[in-house]
């Protein structure tokens, strides 16, 4: 016996759902944005949209708009997502916004073996996508993006450098200021020799800004920068295990870390649990991104929380807006502010 097959939902059967009018739907689902449809009526139709498994005839909406239906991603490298769980949340984010929308997202990456430095803007060259949203490009990347915005694509860069992109859109995340009031705070429990582990290199505009707010919290407080307390690790816990051991094998006496990213913060906890160090008592141990594992460290991690997951819906959102020709002259400038979490890592609970 052949079963009868189930007709997809439609536009109409959301809006009947949602409470909304079917031009809200449309409004909502294509990503355009000032009809003054409130956040909480936008979230209500993506999530009946999803629950229902609706999607958008992207086919028909290509033709009739000459798109492909198609928004490309730029992260450094496609490895990354297997240990750096901040670009792992904002990638998988986006993917889920994309699909709700009735669009397929295309990951590129700046900087694998064999990649040419910049060769994402092939993708813009080709016209095959209609919109892109950068994520932690380094500094000497910055030109590539003049390319794109001359080629009239539209284009949403994730960026820690306040006022460093004024021509394009951006979702800001101030990494040096964040950075400055981890350390601060460790400096206000009495540490003075604290330790500095980077995520990666410092040609990663993000990861160089965390490195100056370490730095300028301690010549805030009238503390030596020694560069001796730092070290360098590459995304992975493995990495920052490495780092921290390279760190303690120098012999420098130090009572704070502050770590680039979580996951080389649980690297560390690892390299001085093995070195008979106790954390907090003896080295006092802070991280950033708020990863969800980071509150089931032991101890659980004081951290900087950078909502990558908010970072993503309000980067696709900016894009949509201009994919869909409705912005202002200027480009939108979003800021987020990093959040300091104090857990029992620090040696604080307040």
């Known amino acids: 016996m052949t079963l009868p097959s189930q007709k997809p939902p439609t536009s109409a059967e959301v809006a009947r759902q949602a409470a909304v009018s079917r031009t809200t739907v449309s409004f909502v689902l294509n990503g355009v944005l000032n009809r003054g449809i409130s956040e909480a009526t936008r979230e209500r139709v993506l999530a009946v949209a999803r629950s229902m498994g609706y999607q958008p005839n992207a086919a028909a909406r290509s033709l009739a708009s000459g798109q492909t239906g198609t928004v490309g991603v730029v992260i450094p490298k496609a ?101 400055c009031t981890a350390v601060q705070h460790l400096i206000k429990l009495g540490h003075q020799d604290i330790a500095f582990i980077s995520f990666a290199q410092p040609e990663y505009e993000s990861v160089h800004e965390r490195e100056l707010g370490w730095q300028q919290a301690l010549k805030q407080a009238n503390l030596a920068v020694r560069r001796d307390l730092v070290e ?73 929380h950078s909502d990558p997951i908010g970072q993503a819906q309000m980067a696709l959102k900016l894009l949509m807006a201009q994919i869909n020709a409705d912005t202002s002259a200027e480009p939108v400038q979003h800021e987020v502010s990093p959040q300091l979490l104090i857990r029992a890592s620090c040696g604080a609970l307040t």
């Open 79 to 179: 490895a990354h997502l297997y240990v750096d769980a901040f670009l792992a949340q904002l990638v998988a984010t986006v993917n889920e916004q994309c699909h709700a929308l009735g669009l397929k997202m295309l990951i590129e990456t700046t900087d694998d073996e064999g990649r040419e430095p910049g060769g994402f803007v092939n993708l813009v060259r080709g016209r095959s996508i209609d919109g892109l949203i950068v994520a932690n490009l380094r500094t000497s990347e910055h030109a590539h993006l003049d390319k794109i915005t001359e080629a009239g694509i539209p284009l949403v860069v994730l960026t820690s450098r306040p006022r460093e992109l004024p021509h394009l859109a951006t979702v800001l995340s101030d990494t040096a200021k964040a950075a």
């Open 232 to 304: 360098y690790a590459d995304i992975s816990a493995q990495s920052g295990y490495d780092a921290a051991r390279r760190l303690l094998a120098r012999g420098v006496k130090f009572t704070a870390l502050f770590a680039g990213n979580d996951t080389i913060a649980f690297g560390a906890l690892r390299a001085l649990h093995e070195a008979s160090l106790r954390v907090p008592q003896d080295v006092a141990v802070v991280g950033y991104d708020d990863i969800p594992m980071a509150a089931f460290a032991t101890p659980p991690l004081t951290t900087m």
